[in-house]
């Protein structure tokens, strides 16, 4: 049975910097792309990044360019979401999922996206 876990949430100052961890059991995340969404109390969720299956290809809400970062590592089965000057607005809880092929292509509105984490908190403050 597959499953995601997220990790990394914490309690952070504005402007500092964090690593989320989405790693797989059950299945392979090889052949598959993967993206990160977040959802904030009160709001629609939100597609954050999107990574291909081979890595080759990756895409970002324009509301975390230059800020973030996606990875994945195969071997481990983990995909990794580096996050740096983090805002207040940042806070959310944190879903990675896996989509149903290897693309990225539309990815914000988590369409085709079949196995989602539990998520982790990152709660940015001061």
């Known amino acids: 049975q597959l499953q995601l876990v997220e990790s990394g949430g914490d309690l952070l100052q504005p402007g500092g910097s964090l690593r989320l961890s989405c790693r797989a059991s059950g299945v392979t995340l090889d052949y598959y792309a993967i993206g990160w969404f977040r959802q904030a109390p009160g709001k629609e969720r939100e597609g954050v990044s999107c990574i291909s299956s081979r890595g080759g290809s990756t895409d970002y809400a324009d509301s975390v360019k230059g800020r973030f970062t996606i990875s994945r590592d195969n071997a481990k089965n983990t995909v990794y979401l580096e996050m740096s000057s983090l805002k207040p607005e940042d806070t959310a809880v944190y879903y990675c999922?896996?989509?149903?092929?290897?693309?990225?292509?539309?990815?914000?509105?988590?369409?085709?996206?079949?196995?989602w984490g539990q998520g982790t908190q990152v709660t940015v403050s001061s």
């Open positions: 999922a896996r989509r149903r092929y290897i693309y990225c292509a539309d990815f914000e509105g988590g369409s085709e996206f079949e196995y």
